[in-house]
């Protein structure tokens, strides 16, 4: 499929690059709801849907000049964070609400828990199983960085039934490797790829584009080389520049060029979906491009999680994440205090949103279900919206459901932003 593009056809003047509900727009004490949450959690589950499970290590061996995660370089601090780790995920399987709750999948993220030593990675996976109900059929993914993946703790995930690494690339390309701050070259991270895959174990990588001076053809070029590792599944991130990362002192100082405009990034993702479309990846979740059958499963409706700036926890009404300095999570977990720094409570209107915001990440609104849970139908809970979008072509009722067209998907955070206008201001 060829993709042609005029400004005619924009329908908006920016690309959103994150949806509402996050913790971006979380800036509730915890103190407030606290007992509530707590209550909640002593009370037991039964809605039964298959939750994730997210322990969150806040470590990598180098901060890359674009990370605005709060993220540490410090190994002499790992053995004291994974034992408070750990008390923290205990809490929560202490509660009634998660004794009574199966894990369909398992994460490891952070950070880049792969610079974790074999030992400590095996302590952890050992302390989820045994801990926690993951099902028979639980996927467990690991993130991981190419520089600190040895061969023997590729070993040890294969050995623990790990189905996928999600590795940051960012990039193959050697001059933008070396802005970006990556530790080793690009060689070495296609390697290091082609050793996880001899090994039996799924690839997905991540792939920055509208960097800094990168043309069109560099990302063509990272994206075929992507399909030259056979790797699983692409997850494609825009540049996102933060004020205080090495990345945008540098292009605010002139010392590199500026990312290319909101035009340039949207060629860029209509020139991967097309590539992906044509070698039979298709997009899924957040920024993913994947020829796996699992990945366009709907995913699970919460996180329970843990760790230094864990941000994406989700139990029932409730969204929180977690302090990001680690002394401070230290202490609260070795004080058997949930380490909270946000929490919120959604409001039944907010939940009517969230439902709606699944479309962005690709998954379908069911009529039917909407109205079983909430009373009325979406087009009539949002018609200004819904109304909206389907004029503009971005999503279509088809089979019961409300789901993105083709045209909409590259815009799909700013479909999401529709359903909370009284929130755009602050986004």
Partial sequence: MVFTISTEQFPYSNLAHWPPLTYRNNSVSPLELRGEFIDYLNAENTSKDSKELQPWIPFCEGKCAFCYFPVNCE?????????????ALRLYSETKYVKSSD???????????????????????????????????????FTACTSSLTENKIRVLSSYNVNQLDVGIQTFNTRLRGFLALKDTAEEAKLKVKTIKRAGLGVSIDLLYNLPGQSLDEWEKDLNQALELDVESVDCYPLDLYANTPLARKIASGEIDKPGDYRMELQMYLKAYQLFKENGY????????????????KPASEVIGSGAGFFMGTVG????????????????????????????KLSTDDEMKKSMMMLYVRVPVNREEFKLKFGVYPEYAFPDAVNNLINKGLIKQENGELKLTEKGDPWRFNIAWEFFKNLEENK
């Fill in 75 to 87: 190994r002499q601090i790992y053995s004291t964070y994974l034992i408070a780790l750990k008390k």
């Fill in 103 to 141: 894990f369909g999948e398992l994460y490891v993220g952070g950070g880049s828990p792969s610079v974790l030593s074999e030992e400590q990675i095996t302590d952890l996976l050992d302390f989820c199983n045994s801990t926690f109900n993951l099902t028979k059929d639980c996927q467990i993914k």
């Fill in 282 to 297: 298709f997009p899924t979740c957040h920024n993913r491009f994947s020829r796996l059958k699992k990945d366009f499963e």
């Fill in 317 to 344: 009404p409730f969204q929180y994440c977690d302090i990001e300095n680690i002394s401070e999570y230290i202490k609260s977990a070795e004080n058997n205090v949930f380490p909270l720094a946000n929490l919120s």
